[in-house]
């Protein structure tokens, strides 16, 4: 039977916590661990749960110490690999909820695959209103990558699945921490799909929130400076663990962009 290791990363998201522990505590499949890991100043309250369900946690209080969330949250991660026991790993952002059938799901699929890595497909969740993920075919035509570099869809932490010792291989081969901008799931994806079979099985399974506080809203604004930096280090990633990124309208343009940009 397949062990798994919920990988908890929370900061300053006390409304969502509990919810989101409570979701891991309730999965039909028992054979797994919660690790717990928050940098929030107010302390996690075990007294919502029983006796019997906080053996099932591991918790660590750690302080931030980047001033570039991507960092934190990717030190979370890397200490949850450290105090893990399962072969596989599961990451949660502590604003998000699992199915109670996720971890019997993915069990599922791990009997008739030999899978590295996976995204499964969330729901979200926008003002308590669910609505399906759109997933992207655009990015498959090939015609538009001669438009845009080749950036996957990446579905947000919550739906990766991976190998442990494929995440111990990525901290030491793709240097995480040295691409400050970058989230922990897209340099997994990238990673993975670079040098192990990467797959995208199973929908519904994820609950991810929508919420003013998203990390990667602060991106999308290409009027800002940090757009641009942090597309063209999205460029310099793929280059540093041999992805190939085509000659392309956009890799001109964010080229061309950085160089005018770096120094302002």
């Known amino acids: 039977m397949v062990k798994f290791s919920i990988i908890i990363n929370t900061h300053n998201q006390e409304h969502y916590i509990y919810e989101a522990v409570r979701s891991c505590l309730n999965q039909n499949y028992k054979n797994y661990e919660i690790i717990l890991i928050s940098s929030s100043k107010q302390k996690i309250n075990f007294k919502k749960f029983s006796s019997q369900e906080n053996k099932r946690i591991k918790y660590f209080h750690v302080k931030a110490k980047y001033k ?54 969330p729901t979200l969740i926008e003002n308590n209103l669910k609505k399906k993920l759109k997933k992207k075919t655009f990015k498959y ?19 990766i699945l991976i190998k442990k010792n494929i995440l111990n291989k990525f901290f030491l081969k793709a240097k995480p921490f040295r691409w400050k901008l970058l989230a922990i799931d897209v340099q997994i994806v990238l990673f993975c799909k670079k040098y192990y079979n990467q797959f995208n099985y199973l929908s519904g399974l994820t609950k991810k929130r929508i919420h ?21 280090m999205q460029l310099d990633y793929c280059k540093f663990i041999k992805v190939k990124n085509n000659i392309s309208l956009d890799l001109v343009i964010t080229k061309i962009a950085y160089f005018f940009l770096r120094y302002l």
């Open 141 to 159: 035509n090939i015609l538009m990558k001669y438009i845009f570099f080749q950036w996957p869809q990446i579905y947000g932490t919550s739906s």
């Open 212 to 232: 003013p506080n998203n990390q990667g809203a602060n991106y999308m604004n290409l009027f800002k400076k940090i757009f641009w930096l942090r597309r063209n």
């Open 68 to 121: 570039q969330p991507e960092l934190n949250q990717m030190n979370k991660i890397f200490i949850g690999l450290r105090k893990s026991i399962g072969n596989y790993l599961i990451f949660m952002d502590g604003d998000d909820l699992f199915e109670k059938n996720k971890l019997l799901r993915l069990s599922e699929i791990l009997k008739k695959y030999k899978i590295i890595c996976n995204q499964d497909l």
